[in-house]
C-alpha cells in the first residue's frame, strides 16, 4: 500500500484555506487539523487494516487522512457540505481506490444500500446532529445490521450520558439505549483549543461496540424508544403517575421510581409487556 502520495499533501489548514472553505455554523462544523490527534483518533479504530470505516462530515479531511494512513481497508465519507469537494476529490485521487465521497445528508443515506456487509464508523460528529445520528446507528445494530464498531468524537456532556450507569445524574434515554446495545466507554478527552472555531465546550472520543449477546434479549428496540421517550420525559414524576393500571410487581418495581432509577434490563421487561 503506497502512502505517498497520502504523505506528500499540503497541511490540512493550508488545503483549507486554498480551497477557500470555512466551518459553517448551521451545519455545526468545527474543524480539526491536529495530526496527532486524528492520528490517534484513527488507530483507536479496531482492525482498521481489515475494516471498511464510515466517516461523517470530513470537512476539509483531516480525520479521513488519518484513517486512510493508519491503514483503513476502505473509507467512505458522507459530506453535506459540497464546498469541501476542492479537498476531498484530492485527497481521492492519492488515496488509490480506498476512499469514496458521498455528497448527502448522512441522516438520509441508507447505509445497507451502500454495498458493504459490515463497517465501522468513525468520526468527529457535527454537534447539530451527532446524538441523532448515534441513536439512529444503534437502531441499526440493534435489528441485525453489521456495525462492529462507533469511534466517535461528541460534546463532553454527551458522552458522559452515552456511558452513564443507573443512579448516575447524567442517566438518561442515551444511556439505557446504548447499554441495552453495546459495550460503550470514554477514550479520552478533546481539548476545545484542538479545534477551529474554538467551541464553547470540551469534547471526548467515545468507543461503542455493538454486543450481540446482549441485543439478543431485547424485544422489540422501537417499543424501548417509545417507553423511555415517555418516562424520561417526565423524569420528576414517579412511574405510576406517567403509565397508570400497571402491576409493577412483575417488573420487580413498587411504582413509585423515577426513570433514572430503573436500570436498563428493566426497560427492555417493560417494553415487551407495556408497549
Do not use: H
Amino acid at each position: 500500500m503506497n502512502m505517498e502520495k497520502l504523505k506528500s499533501l499540503p497541511p490540512v489548514s493550508e488545503m483549507m484555506r486554498a480551497a477557500g472553505l470555512e466551518p459553517k455554523k448551521q451545519l455545526g462544523q468545527n474543524f480539526l487539523f491536529d495530526l496527532n490527534l486524528t492520528g490517534r483518533i484513527a488507530r483507536s479504530v479496531p482492525d482498521i487494516k481489515k475494516t471498511t470505516v464510515i466517516e461523517i462530515g470530513p470537512g476539509p479531511a483531516g480525520l479521513t487522512r488519518a484513517l486512510l494512513l493508519e491503514g483503513a481497508k476502505q473509507v467512505i465519507a458522507i459530506e453535506k457540505d459540497k464546498n469541501t469537494a476542492p479537498i476531498l476529490s484530492e485527497l481521492v485521487e492519492c488515496a488509490e481506490g480506498r476512499l469514496t465521497v458521498i455528497y448527502e445528508d448522512a441522516l438520509k443515506v441508507d447505509f445497507s444500500k451502500l454495498g458493504i456487509n459490515d463497517y465501522a464508523i468513525c468520526s468527529n460528529l457535527p454537534y447539530n446532529v451527532g446524538t441523532e445520528l448515534f441513536i439512529n446507528w444503534l437502531k441499526r445494530a440493534a435489528k441485525g445490521e453489521q456495525i462492529k464498531s462507533m469511534t466517535l468524537m461528541f460534546q463532553r456532556e454527551v458522552a458522559q450520558r452515552i456511558i452513564a450507569k443507573v443512579g448516575n445524574e447524567q442517566y438518561g434515554r442515551l444511556s439505557v439505549f446504548t447499554d441495552l446495545i453495546a459495550d460503550a466507554k470514554i477514550l479520552f478527552d478533546v481539548p476545545n483549543t484542538a479545534f477551529v472555531p474554538r467551541p464553547k465546550v470540551q469534547s471526548a472520543i467515545v468507543q461503542v461496540i455493538p454486543n450481540k449477546e446482549k441485543i439478543k434479549k431485547i424485544y422489540d428496540i422501537d417499543a424501548v424508544e417509545r417507553l423511555t421517550a415517555k418516562l424520561f420525559g417526565q423524569r420528576r414524576k414517579m412511574i405510576r403517575g406517567i403509565i397508570s393500571g400497571v402491576d409493577w410487581e412483575q417488573f420487580g418495581l413498587t411504582g413509585s421510581e423515577r426513570a433514572e432509577k430503573i436500570a436498563p434490563e428493566t426497560f427492555a421487561q417493560m417494553a415487551k409487556v407495556l408497549i
